[in-house]
């Protein structure tokens, strides 16, 4: 069974009365957003936009507001039509799917988590909890034994038996993750889940997020405005801007290879110390011409995933160079000062 658990191909969203006159008109004459607005009076959501996510994969989508990525993640379980292009979802084609078909895949396989939960305020946090449970007619003492579970799952013990107006914004939230648990869905869609709480409580959220993904190996499509929320939490990223994606990396690579000024602009002040690796600053063995006064025979030796912050930490110990070993625990690389300086300042050996 293929890894690959959501595949978008060239999907496009124009809203408006006359989309697919506009789609024909972009793709022979190369209109831009805002003459598409003015000769048809439509609105380009997402324009041919394609990326996989694999198995148990966070996938970050980020952007400012209005670049698409929240009209990108409703495409995913079908809230939104597309103008064009094609979804896969768990090997299914979620476009050919009839009413029926549909609403098994989104009761069953998919839990979503929005910024505002939509708690049901006349239910306690139980009942909200196992609500999906009882969409799907699972029996009483079945739903209340699979919400305790995904309460304790976010450390929600002992308020069984409040209503949502007698929680924090937070513990709100964390109801909200528990319900989309509760189905235990392969596939969690999250649109900016945490960007309306304070900075503290947001990042234990996170942490937790992050935890119970690693735990119950969740595939994630995570929608934020937030590069360092996406930084953090991201396995790669999806950088939008006007409807369409314009780099998609790792952490590392977003922030060390930006694709153009905008991505670039983005990620100006974000730190390297965590972000960037031994492997992506080092020389490579073969080429690296040592001073008299160096013999790697007696440098250190670090594992080509080691970050700049640990080099850092190393590298006032000594004042050899820091040799790079691969997984098979080979000599590939050198870091010297001066590598390590250009490292930290954004450059490349």
Known sequence: MSDEVIVLENVWKIFGARADEALDAIESRGLGKPEVLEEFGCVVGIADCSFTVERGEIFCVMGLSGSGKSTM??????????????????????????????????????????????????RTVRDNVAFPL?????????????????????????????????????????????????????????????????????????????????EMNKTTVFITHDLDEAIRIGHRIAIMKDGRIVQIGTPEEIVTQPADQYVKDFVEGISRLKLVFAHSIMEPIADYQPRPTENLAEGPRVHHGTDLDQLIDISVTTEQPIVVTDDENNDVGVINRATLLKGIQGGKA
């Not at 939104?80 to 799917?97: C, S």
């Not at 009761?107 to 505002?116: C, L, S, T, Y």
């Open 73 to 122: 993640v409703r495409h995913l379980n079908r809230l939104i039509e597309p103008t064009a292009g094609k979804i896969t979802m768990l090997g299914r084609d979620v476009l050919g799917m009839g009413p029926s078909e549909l609403r098994e895949l989104r009761a069953r396989h998919i839990g979503m988590v929005f910024q505002h939960m939509a708690l049901l305020p006349h």
């Open 134 to 214: 009882q969409v799907r007619g699972e029996p009483k003492s079945r739903r209340w034994e699979v919400s305790q579970a995904c309460l304790s799952r976010v450390n929600l013990d002992g308020y069984e038996d409040r209503f949502p107006s007698e929680l924090s914004g937070g513990m709100q939230q964390r109801v909200g993750l528990a319900r989309a648990l509760a189905s235990d869905p392969e596939v969690l869609l999250m649109d900016e889940p945490f960007s309306a709480l304070d900075p503290l409580i947001r990042r234990q959220l996170q942490d937790q997020f992050m935890a119970l993904s690693a």
